[in-house]
Nanobody
Framework: EAQLVESGGGLVQPGGSLRLSCAAS????????IGWFRQAPGKEREGVSC????????YYADSVKGRFTISRDNAEDTVHLQMNNLSPGDTAVYYC???????????????WGKGTLVTVSS
């Protein structure tokens, strides 16, 4: 069974940092690009970042560029999202997703994780 399991979410103060992890199992991890999406209450799910399997290119939404860093640990079949200088606008459920190619669209995703909640508040 193919699975993606997120971890690392929680409550953090504005300006703080969190590191999210996405552990993969049940499929060939290296064949897929891995993206991070987030969904705040009442809003559509939006793309945050993606790491391409083809050439290792990274992509970031303008809202997180310079603050978030995506990385891949093939030895552990895990992708991380380091989030720094967090603000309340980053509050959302964060999902990782495996797909053939990086895209900002939620369509064409092969596997979704269940999500992990990030709350940025004083």
């Amino acid at each position: 069974e193919a699975q993606l399991v997120e971890s690392g979410g929680g409550l953090v103060q504005p300006g703080g940092s969190l590191r999210l992890s996405c552990a993969a199992s049940g499929f060939t991890f290296d064949d897929y690009s891995i993206g991070w999406f987030r969904q705040a209450p009442g809003k559509e799910r939006e793309g945050v970042s993606c790491l391409s399997t083809s050439d290792g290119s990274t992509y970031y939404a303008d809202s997180v560029k310079g603050r978030f860093t995506i990385s891949r640990d093939n030895a552990e079949d895990t992708v991380h999202l380091q989030m720094n200088n967090l603000s309340p606008g980053d509050t959302a459920v964060y999902y990782c997703a495996a797909r053939a190619y990086c895209s900002w669209s939620t369509y064409g995703v092969n596997y979704w994780g269940k999500g992990t909640l990030v709350t940025v508040s004083s």
